[in-house]
């Protein structure tokens, strides 16, 4: 084996590391077992991600990328996506590490960069990793070591870094969005038993106020919080070894049939096609 292939085993081993990692600050080691599609996944923020074993396709807008493991893409924007992923055919596990890029990091990103913003660029981003590899690592020895500021400042000088190579939809503030908001409010509390009045008191809204904002935007409540549920449901079916029942539970579904016609409805997949539990 070549120093090169060394070198690049070496630095997907790092990497792949962080799935034992105690100090996780948003980050997600993704792993499954089987081969599986999910249509329709809604990406609420920009985010990079490592691809550590097996195959990946995703389509986004009549953009596609075929990725393979040792490669870097990042989500360049909030969009909805579709997505195989595909098991290593030795090892047969698929992995891969997602990196959010939080409004912090983006924020500290814009007061860095001090010239006018280049064009917007491509929604879905392929790039070498060995490229922004020194800057990865910082970010994954400061996460390791619990430095959570010094983290956030590694990936915002790499959001600086994408944004030089074209891609200023990185650092372009999103336009305000209410079911933003609401899928947020969701997100952190998605086993609550939602309400429009919980959103009325937290907004300062009256309810036929958000009923009419929210058909502006052409969602509802209704599908706003059943899109953050079943998001947060993917998460956990990723992440976690859960069994079906729980996963249900912690995203406010009392009937683990009920979850899984909901979950197949909305990503055309089984949820126990992950193949975590």
Known sequence: MNAAATSADT????????????????????SARREHGARSVDIAQPQL???LQGRKRIDCDGEALSLAAGDLFVITRACRIDAINTPDPDSGLYLSVI?????????????????????RGAGLVQLPLAEFAPTLLQWRQALQDGHYSEARLALATLAVALCRRGHG???????PSLGARIRGLVAAQ?????????FEHTLGLSGATLRRRLSAEHTSLREL???????RAMALLYTTHWPLKTVAARVGYRSVASFQRRFVARYGMEPAAIGNA
């Open 49 to 51: 991600a490592v691809l």
């Open 190 to 198: 998605p086993e609550r038993d939602w309400q429009s009045r919980d």
């Open 169 to 175: 939809a990185l650092l372009l503030p999103p336009p």
């Open 225 to 231: 919080i059943a899109d953050a549920r079943l998001a």
């Open 11 to 30: 630095l997907l081993a790092r990497f792949a590391g962080l799935a034992d990692c105690g100090n996780a600050d948003g980050f997600a080691c993704i």
């Open 99 to 119: 990196v959010p890029l939080c409004e912090d990091v983006l924020t500290a990103a814009r007061a860095l960069w001090s010239e006018p913003l280049p064009t």
